[in-house]
């Protein structure tokens, strides 16, 4: 079986207050509340990349693990805000932290699913051929959206979280992992152009095309609850347990208000699910590591507790994953 032997989170230090972003866009820090409940959201500075921010979450999962960088077999880099267009950040992250010359590969544009995702890449492989898979989610995307759309710019934040998986001696296994995707909602959350159908453009950049992040926002939140609280439903039932079991759901955080209508379909308690959102908005990829790792900093994980991790994205893509520390 597949477990988490170690886990790391990064935040760039840089905070964004909604009044701050009411300074620069038609917003107020009541409308993003009341909206979203987000509060603050972290954003890296000039001189931090993605691959900076993947490389500091990986170093303390690798630590956490009490292992070093030569015994990692194998890395899985989740990201849609990516160091380079051209390779892949798992390839730079390989070379920073000195992991010798195992396989890397990125899984990208699938929004903020990416890292459950991930993870149930990981543990297929660990299962195939048993080695230390490091698993990654991170995103810059302050960098790379729009700041002047304010139906998106106030919901996003910088973060990066990682784990190490593996055989051997582990914090928690991994019991199950269920996925989906509904290609036919592609159209509700996209970024059109830069690929091969609409090309980047010296007009696609004056109207900052490339950065236009195109979202449908109800029909992506009503989405959102549905497939997660169902993929949370269904991997319990492929474990044989049930809500009462579960001491912490760490959901995908988007919006305090998806989370708390995630929370009310499945009838979980409001003390057992993790939330962050207000201090870091939605970090894409980053999301769900990050929370993870920072509920079990804080105390809010023990040994013995029954963890969900779930997340949608873009695609449109859900999972859930069913965690036994
Ligand atoms: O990884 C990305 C995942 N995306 C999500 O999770 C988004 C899911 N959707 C949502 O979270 C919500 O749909 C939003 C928070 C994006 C929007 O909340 P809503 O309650 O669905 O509001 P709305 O889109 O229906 O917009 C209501 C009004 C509109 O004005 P009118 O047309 O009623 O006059 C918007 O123009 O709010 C306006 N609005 C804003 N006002 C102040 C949109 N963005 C803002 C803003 N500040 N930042």
Known sequence: MAGILGLGGYVPERVMSNDDWAALVDTTDEWITAR?????RRFASDDESTLDMAAAAAELAIKDADLSPADIGEIIVATDTPELYLPDTSSLLQDRLGCGNVPTY??????????????????????????????????????????KSRATCVLFGDAAGAVVMGPGEAKAEVL?????????????????????????????????????????????????????????TDVLRRIGKSVADVALV?????????????????GVAEESVYVNVEEYGNTGSASVPFALWEAHQTGRINAGDLVVLTAFGAGFHWAAAAVQF
């Open 36 to 40: 979203t409940g987000i509060k603050r």
């Open 106 to 147: 990125d899984l990208g544009g699938s929004g903020c699913a990416g890292f459950v995702q991930a993870l149930d890449v990981a543990r297929a492989r660990i299962q195939f051929a048993p080695r230390k898979v490091l698993v990654v989610g991170v995103e810059l995307i302050s960098r790379l959206m729009s700041w």
């Open 176 to 232: 199950d992992v269920v996925t989906g995707t509904d290609g036919s909602k592609a159209d509700i959350l996209t970024l059109r152009t830069g690929g091969t159908r609409h090309p980047f453009s010296i007009d696609a950049a004056k109207t900052e095309a490339h950065r236009n992040i195109e979202m449908h926002g109800r029909e992506v939140f009503r989405e959102a609850v549905l497939r997660m609280s169902s993929a949370v």
């Open 250 to 266: 760490v959901p995908h955080q988007a919006n305090k208000r998806i989370i708390d209508a995630v929370r009310k379909r499945l």
